[in-house]
């Protein structure tokens, strides 16, 4: 196979590349697109709620349904979305996913009732599910060396952490120039464009053969939107209700009746095997304490800028773009700085930056200003996730099998959407705990440091459980050392 030179001084692209190496960077960036759709979507109508709330005459009562419609049905529908797409083809199902979700998107964009908007995220949500683990999939299956699989795997981390702060720069410039209806409508260009592109770039993957695991996919999903439905609801029922203990008990039995028939099947829905490796578990357990920490940046500094500062819509989107470009800066070295250092030392080197950067927000008063109180630590944090995420994705997916891959990024991305969810639980519970009617302040500075208490867990996390993996000496067999003795001698 012929191979062309694309080495010059300074530069660290590799000596040779395939010659479809054009066509795989096509194909993966076809791919990020759509998954930076995903992710601004779940946060891009944050900022648009209360002129939805005017327009169709929500309530408080069920406004916050407009996200959470999104985000049950994509949280519950990953693991299947990533099992479907190792069975039948991750092109295929990214498709497919994409499709429902383009659809939905115009949909709701279109709804003139409560109902119909709240019924087309939950579209949304089941359209991004079956699409977002065949994101990743593709992108680890498609890089044509382990250098260009690390530098799609730093963009991925870049737009799946950074995504959400550009989705309420987008939100609230869209809002405020145009209507609510086109943080919906601006999927639907997009989500054709990538449609009309992707088969031409991105190569499918072959089909995993035998049958399907059905009890393995009932429960895994039924226990999955048990826990997030559970979840969602505790800022407003509270802990203790019988709504999120009946969740959370549905949920773990639901989960433990997967664990069980995972280990019978011959074909199981999610691998045990991906479950032995301990930095496998670390990674998961790293991520989701890193995203549910990041939930205050979006829960909380949102509030403060608006309510405290006086910030409109397209002001609050703007005030995040610290955050925005310090991923994205961060991530254009990341993987070299991997390469050099190791996933560990960066993890923990970001997570304590995470950590800092909660602890600062934690100081904001009355009379802060933006400049003097939260730029800094908003573009710590940016920098600090943007040495985080990467590492942490390229150690969940480290050493998985082609076939699986969907099934661990399923499982990495559901691990992302629990971790959201615990994270709005428990920050919000603990803001409403020391909250005034009428002020923010009251209740904030436990919050932020709530979000800090899960950096510092993801920090001993990291510095404990993701040390390398030392090879163990293998003995030699005895003809062997027959052989060294004679040939000493």
């Known amino acids: 196979m012929s191979v062309t030179s ?49 327009d169709l005459g929500f309530g408080p009562a069920s406004l916050s ?132 592109l992707a088969r031409r770039f991105v190569t499918e993957t072959p089909r995993r053969p035998g049958r399907f695991d059905v009890v393995g996919a009932v429960t895994a999903t039924l226990g999955a939107v048990s826990l997030v439905w559970a979840l969602i609801g505790t800022p407003d029922h509270g802990w203790t209700s019988p709504r999120t203990l009946g969740g959370f008990a549905v949920g773990v039995l639901l989960l433990l009746a997967l664990a069980l028939t995972e280990t019978r099947v011959a074909h199981p829905m999610i691998q045990p095997r991906l479950l032995r490796s301990r930095r496998r578990v670390a990674a998961l357990a790293v991520m989701a304490l890193v995203v549910g920490g990041q939930l205050s940046m979006f829960f909380l500094v949102v509030q403060y800028v608006q309510g405290v500062l006086g910030f409109g819509p397209l002001a609050s989107g703007f005030a995040f773009l610290p955050l925005s470009l310090g991923i994205f800066t961060v991530s254009r070295f990341t993987p070299r700085l991997m390469a050099r250092f ?76 629990l971790g959201s969810a615990v994270g709005v639980a428990v920050i919000v519970s603990v803001y409403a705990a020391g909250a005034v009617p009428g002020e923010f302040l009251p209740g904030a500075r436990e919050a932020f440091l709530t979000s800090a208490s899960f950096t510092a867990v993801a920090l001993v996390l990291a510095v404990t459980m993701l040390r390398p993996v030392r090879a163990r000496a293998v003995a030699p067999e005895p003809a062997e050392v027959e052989a060294l003795a004679a040939e000493a001698a």
């Open 65 to 196: 349904w407009v996200l959470n419609a999104y985000t049950l049905a994509f949280g519950g529908l990953l693991l299947l979305g990533g099992r479907l797409g190792d069975v039948r083809g991750r092109l295929r199902l990214f498709e497919v996913g994409l499709t429902l979700f383009t659809v939905a998107s115009l949909l709701g964009g279109l709804a003139q009732t409560p109902g119909q908007l709240v019924a087309a995220r939950a579209a949304q949500g089941v359209g991004a599910a079956l699409a977002a683990p065949s994101v990743l999939a593709l992108l680890t299956t498609s890089a044509p060396d382990e250098a260009a699989r690390n530098r799609a795997l730093a963009l991925f981390a870049a737009v799946s952490s950074g995504g959400a702060s550009l989705g309420l720069l987008l939100g609230g410039l869209v809002t405020d120039v145009g209507s609510w209806r086109w943080t919906l409508f601006i999927n639907v260009p997009i989500g054709l464009v990538v449609l009309v």
């Open 6 to 54: 694309h080495r010059t001084a300074g530069t660290d692209l590799p000596a040779d590349l395939p010659p479809d190496a054009g066509r795989a960077a096509t194909g993966i960036a076809i791919v990020l697109v759509a998954q930076l759709m995903l992710v601004l979507d779940a946060t891009v109508v944050n900022v648009a709620l209360p002129r939805i709330d005017t």
């Open 342 to 417: 190791g996933a560990r030392v960066l993890v923990v080197a970001g997570t304590l930056g995470l950590t800092t950067s909660f602890v600062l927000l934690s100081q904001v008063g009355a009379d802060s200003s933006y400049a003097g109180a939260v730029l800094l630590p908003m573009l710590l944090n940016g920098l600090s996730a943007g040495l985080v995420f990467m590492p942490v994705t390229a150690t969940a997916l480290a050493d998985v099998e082609p076939e699986h891959a969907g099934a661990a990024s399923g499982l990495l991305q559901t691990t992302q959407q």
